[in-house]
């Protein structure tokens, strides 16, 4: 038995949100006395106290409850009243005090639950948002290798129904380690009498619980799987993913980027179901950002007054410059973020990268530097036409090098490379483009 | 026998390739004949004539050849040398002339073929490009409803290594028609003498070989199945299309999507491997027609030369306004088109969203022009900031308009409503921009 005083004593720190002090309290103290510990307290006191355990100290606590105790307890974390404190910790606390799960806990709780609790569970259990871990099922049927055919067939019978594919069969140690995934025509045609080691290959892809949910996409695009296995940071096996699934990811993540590159934030709601008010404020933030992005453009145009003043024919070709500028850093940009997103560009390969833009952009320089200086020689003499079809070749160098840039700049800062870069673009695209071609014709053309 | 005369007619009418009077003479004669016929022709003429006949009679001749014909033949339909001269066919031709093959042909067909060949056979079977047809494969397991469950797994078991999935088993009946779509826990489970009739229900989603590809990224979505099967215009079974195939069918949709959104002619190749020139090709188009259009631009500013020079300030304003106005109708055509492609919102919506984009971009315009009138008022004085506060409101209205109008015109005319979307908005709304900010600065400055 525990003493009443230090029960009173850690209810007091878990009524004083002490998560801290707690933890260091008890982090010598060996499991049985936590385990006794654990019963003493209320359910949500109790919840909260088996979250905040160091992972290794979480294992050996659950497993010197009662088959009863575990079941309440994995019952009670996911409870209405629990999960709210739980939630209501703020997010650096959350990172810090609530670790994962043990593996075996884990799978326990996520085969306890009815489907609507999956969604929460997966939070509690501590994967981040857009992981693997937030998406898997555990309905997947799992046997272990000294088994014989037969009864692995017999155990495949009773959990076929709630499992989500029988196609693939996992293989796991007694620890629920993750050893081999055999596809089940293997154990239906193979030697009822012959052990699930002796089918096995010892050869499987799987996924981790904590890898972002795009890298399942990618995983299962590479290898044409159709199912993956997910494990936790032991190889634990926690769950299963469907290509079904991950075709709901791929397609949500590609909408995402689309709305992102247009600056709209992302909707999280389909479009045919938004409503007005959500729709302007997805909107909105991005749009006032770039007004005042644009004031240095304007700032730009100002500085050069009297050049325009004195020449008012040059402002005929500004649309149509800082638009190619735009256009081609669009271009490029958009070529960037896709591919950085199917993984077909990593963010280490700028410099790599950088060279075939230059030529691109070189080449497309040229040709839209003699497209218009046909129609400058037209609309304002030679001269006109000559500073237009210089400035149009830099203009062109200049959007595509920073289109090609700004999603490997947003990387870097932690930002998805697709945030808002068309509008962008065309932004710095106008800022540079004004600069630019004021410059050249205020140097050739001598006026200003 | 075939009278020899006739026989040299035919081959004199494939050597002039004079299919339509080949198709009418034929027209009338009994299954048998033809048959006859075919095998007096040589190697490339027999496939030829065979094609050109008319679907039913096309079926009822194959039916009428001994088996070792029918392998010949079908082997000679894909062989290169045919294949070079049913390619050569104009697209015209090619669709008045080749019907869809047979659904006994079609499957008899792709279960011969080795993978590699498979991509060109499905080709010559008449699907269009993008179709699911040209996605199926044949490698799945049918089984018909009377055999017993025993048998059926007997059946199963030598087809499972070929096949793509067994986790569904299809029932179809003696020509091959799809009755139903079982699962294969079903038959290991069932008792082995029951027929298979007896645990039919007769309930199945299944998708037309004539569908479009991102109809079944669709179907797979809202029915979250791994595996459709894919039925022809006889509601044959030809072929099973699985979530792993059509995810990457997705993604090559989106990727195409985004690129086109930005101008970029559809890559057809990884953005790693493309070369130069290749890039400069997908990429130049585009920029040289967007040149033109912002001609007009140009035009709309020089048609305001007096007004600018009177008032050289408004210029400061010009990238503001009209970069909002591209801004908001990025992001409504980019909502748009999203919705469109992932089937959220279909063509003749359009009157129906109209509202509700209106409603948001009179909010999202007024809260503009608020932002903007405070920058007006310090920078040049409450009479210009007036000027400059209405027309963004106006511009952010008709900019919005315009972007959400758009993809539907292009889907109207047939074309992808990602096609350049956003460079094109940007140009209208550079016009109408500059049209607005200068007409209103004109009527109410009193300048120009």
Redesign the interface.
């Known amino acids: 038995m525990i003493d009443q005083l230090v029960t009173t004593n850690v209810q007091q720190l878990i009524a004083e949100k002490q998560w801290m002090t707690l933890r260091e309290l008890v982090a010598d103290w060996p499991a049985p006395e936590i385990a006794d510990l654990l019963n003493e307290l209320g359910k949500v006191e109790r919840v909260v106290f088996f979250r905040i355990l160091p992972r290794k100290r979480a294992n050996e606590v659950f497993v010197y409850l009662s088959l009863d105790e575990q079941n309440q307890l994995l019952k009670d974390l996911t409870d209405e009243e629990t999960r709210q404190l739980l939630a209501d910790l703020s997010p650096d606390d959350r990172t810090m005090l609530l670790e994962e799960l043990p593996g075996r806990v884990s799978q326990r709780l996520l085969n306890l639950l009815s489907p609507e609790d999956l969604t929460e569970a997966r939070q509690l259990l501590g994967y981040p948002e857009d992981s693997v871990g937030r998406l898997m099922t555990p309905n997947y049927v799992a046997v272990q290798r000294d088994w014989t055919l037969a009864a692995a067939?017999t155990h495949i019978?009773t959990r076929?129904?709630e499992s989500e594919?029988?196609?693939v069969i996992y293989v796991v140690d007694k620890d629920w380690r993750l050893l081999d995934a055999l596809e089940?025509?293997r154990f239906?045609?193979g030697e009822p009498d012959a052990t699930v080691a002796s089918i096995m290959d010892d050869t499987f892809i799987a996924i981790s619980a904590f890898a972002d949910q795009e890298e399942a996409?990618r995983m299962?695009?590479r290898y044409?799987?159709?199912?993956l296995p997910v494990v936790d940071s032991d190889n634990v096996l926690v769950g299963i993913i469907?290509?079904?699934d991950?075709?709901?990811v791929?397609?949500e993540e590609?909408?995402e980027?689309?709305?992102r590159?247009?600056?709209?934030a992302p909707l999280n709601v389909?479009?045919?179901d938004i409503g007005?008010p959500q729709?302007?404020r997805k909107?909105?933030g991005?749009?006032?950002a770039?007004?005042?992005m644009?004031?240095f453009?304007?700032?730009a145009?100002?500085a050069f007054?009297e050049t325009?003043?004195a020449a008012?024919?040059l402002?005929?070709?500004?649309?149509?410059l800082?638009?190619?500028s735009?256009?081609?850093g669009?271009?490029s940009?958009?070529?960037?973020?896709?591919?950085l997103a199917?993984g077909?560009?990593r963010v280490g390969?700028w410099g790599k990268l950088l060279g075939?833009e230059l030529?691109?952009a070189t080449?497309?320089g040229v040709?839209?530097s003699i497209?218009?200086a046909v129609?400058g020689i037209f609309?304002a003499g030679p001269e006109v036409a000559m500073v237009v079809s210089l400035t149009m070749m830099l203009v062109v160098l200049a959007g595509s090098l920073i289109g090609m840039s700004l999603p490997f700049i947003f990387s870097k800062l932690k930002l998805d490379p697709a945030t808002a870069s068309?509008?962008l673009i065309?932004?710095l695209a106008?800022i540079s483009g004004?600069l630019i071609y004021f410059s050249l014709a205020t140097w050739l053309l001598g006026v200003g």
């Open positions: 067939l019978r076929a129904r594919t029988i196609n089940l025509r239906i045609f996409v299962m695009q044409d799987l159709d199912v469907t290509a079904d991950v075709l709901d791929a397609q590609a909408t980027d689309f709305h590159t247009a600056a709209v389909s479009y045919s007005v729709l302007y909107r909105i991005w749009l006032l770039l007004v005042f644009n004031i453009s304007g700032a145009i100002a007054e325009i003043a008012v024919a402002v005929f070709f500004l649309p149509l800082i638009d190619s735009g256009n081609a669009s271009q940009a958009t070529l960037m973020v896709r591919a199917v077909d560009v390969d075939r030529a691109v080449l497309l040709s839209m497209a218009v129609v609309r068309a509008p065309t932004s106008d004004v």
